[in-house]
């Protein structure tokens, strides 16, 4: 479904601070590790989503360059110099480590103005230190007529993890748990239209629901893996093995239960034309 329309408010709290560029670059992102397990869950995504096709999609027939903003495993970058071998694909990313082309910030592109046809901003706007700063600056790269594909999460995307998290904490004796992290939060859909209208002056929108159902407690667990910098949130007197450990627990009696771990994902495509 693709619809064109505003929301107001500011969709779900906020319930942490974004983490900093140095647990960015020197922890979440210090390589392509941590990403690529994170991803590999959606193997028991249903329906499978071709995320990178709807994208493209929506970037439609652009020139060049296109700036992969956040570029992560590099799935968005690899299609399009497949299918569009004309078209020069420029991966920016913050971390070194992660092997772009440009190393650079959203909110601070070392690209001249009007510079780009296209760029894409996939599930990372809500790590900029100002989402609706950063999509000024993707809008200032952008020649006129040129295009911004961006992705997010909705409030309500796999609840089922911070369910986990506060569960796993009570069995270790955390009468009040934290919050989980929901850095998503800060750039979710319903954020994430309403700054894209106030940047751009429209929004298109295509969301998508699915099931993650995991029979195995490996992949469940490289997830939480993946999460690690989620332990500056834990009490101090938990450490970071002491609540995997617990989480194994509950993914485990979860699976042998009711034969698989289920996750619901909420996410959306939000395009723009400069």
């Not at 950063?134 to 200032?140: F, G, N, S, V, Y």
């Not at 369910?163 to 270790?172: I, K, T």
């Not at 999460?227 to 938990?238: F, I």
Request: aromatic share 6%; hydrophobic share 40%.
């Amino acid at each position: 479904m693709t619809t064109d329309h505003a929301v107001s408010g500011s969709g779900g709290a906020t319930v942490s601070t974004t983490p900093s560029h140095d647990v960015l670059i020197g922890e979440a992102y210090a390589d392509d590790s941590r990403l690529a397990a994170r991803v590999s869950i959606y193997d028991w995504q249903r329906p499978r989503l071709d995320l990178v096709g709807l994208a493209l999609a929506r970037l439609g027939d652009v020139g060049g360059p296109v700036l992969d903003v956040g570029w992560g495993t590099g799935a968005y970058t690899s299609r399009l110099r497949a299918t569009r071998p004309d078209l020069r694909v420029v991966p920016v990313d913050l971390s070194v480590g992660m092997r772009p082309d440009v190393v650079g910030e959203v909110d601070r592109l070392p690209f001249s103005d009007g510079s780009a046809g296209g760029a894409l901003a996939m599930h990372m706007l809500y790590y900029a230190t100002d989402p609706r700063a950063a999509l000024a600056e993707l809008r200032r790269v952008l020649r006129p007529g040129g295009r911004l594909v961006a992705s997010t999460n909705a409030h309500d995307d796999k609840a089922e993890m911070g369910g986990l998290w506060q569960a796993s904490l009570r069995d270790l004796g955390i009468v009040d748990p934290p919050a989980y992290s929901f850095d998503d939060r800060r750039f979710s859909l319903d954020v994430g239209i309403e700054l894209v209208r106030q940047v751009f002056g429209t929004c298109e929108v295509q969301e998508r629901r699915y099931r993650l159902v995991v029979p195995e407690v490996a992949p469940v667990l490289a997830y939480v893996d993946s999460t690690r910098d989620l332990a500056r949130h834990l009490p101090p007197s938990v450490s970071w093995e002491d609540y995997r450990g617990a989480a194994e627990c509950r993914i485990r009696a979860e699976i042998e239960r009711t034969g698989a771990f289920h996750v619901t994902g909420h996410m959306g495509i939000l395009a723009a034309t400069a």
